[in-house]
């Protein structure tokens, strides 16, 4: 078995491998992307850390590989809305059958937002909440108990609440630009264990002259 279909990925069994854990059709996580959850059981991130989940309201949840979340965060699906469209946001159709049969749909006056779509080799702090629709870039840092409400570029650190840019991980651009299109997190196992010395180099400029050489090699083979 490969370490990327493992439940538990260490001996501590407080973190989980997501996607072989989650069962819900609408929640769509890469390999190797874990949930931390010291506090409780990391088995029910579905139930506790995805909030609102209905399939019916048609949004998705999709995270992808190398995401690292933290114990607490909450992810808020679109069907947590109420109607924004007439004098009340009560929801009366949800609590009372004769309320249902006289008031208007509820699911299509909801406001739709879109999916929550994480990146690759995202760190999100403990407690962080993602709202819905939001799109979190690759390699983005959100930071503890951060409300997400719009979107996060890659490479981008966020805090506070509502969460606002701080900086780039890396003031050099070039070396953001050359990380998107490498896309370490796409290679097989076995490779990513070749180049651990390059993706754990604090040398930069070492990486950036990595990064160079094999997106040339890459684009000698194509032509």
Request: proline fraction near 5%.
């Amino acid at each position: 078995m490969k370490n990327k279909d493992l439940i538990f990925p260490n001996e501590f069994k407080t973190s989980v491998y997501l996607k072989n854990v989650v069962k819900a059709k609408n929640i769509i996580i890469g390999d190797y992307t874990y949930y931390d959850c010291p506090s409780g059981n990391p088995l029910d991130f579905e139930k506790n850390n995805v909030l609102f989940n209905y399939e019916i309201f048609g949004d998705k949840l999709i995270i992808g590989n190398f995401t690292s979340i933290a114990d607490g965060v909450t992810f808020i699906m679109g069907a947590a809305n109420h109607r924004l469209n007439s004098v009340t946001t009560y929801p009366f159709n949800v609590f009372n059958e004769d309320w249902a049969k006289v008031s208007t749909p509820h699911i299509q006056d909801l406001p739709h937002k879109g999916d929550i779509v994480i990146g690759n080799d995202v760190w999100i702090g403990t407690h962080a909440v993602i709202m819905p629709g939001v799109k979190i870039g690759d390699g983005a840092i959100i930071g503890a108990y951060s409300v997400v409400a719009k979107d996060v570029p890659p490479y981008a650190i966020f805090v506070g609440n509502p969460a606002r840019f701080v900086k780039y991980r890396f003031e050099d651009q070039e070396l953001i630009a050359l990380l998107l299109q490498y896309q370490w997190w796409n290679l097989e196992e076995e490779e990513i264990t070749k180049i651990l010395p390059i993706l754990t180099n604090k040398n930069l400029s070492d990486v950036k002259q990595f990064l160079k050489e094999q997106l040339s090699k890459k684009h000698f083979k194509n032509e």
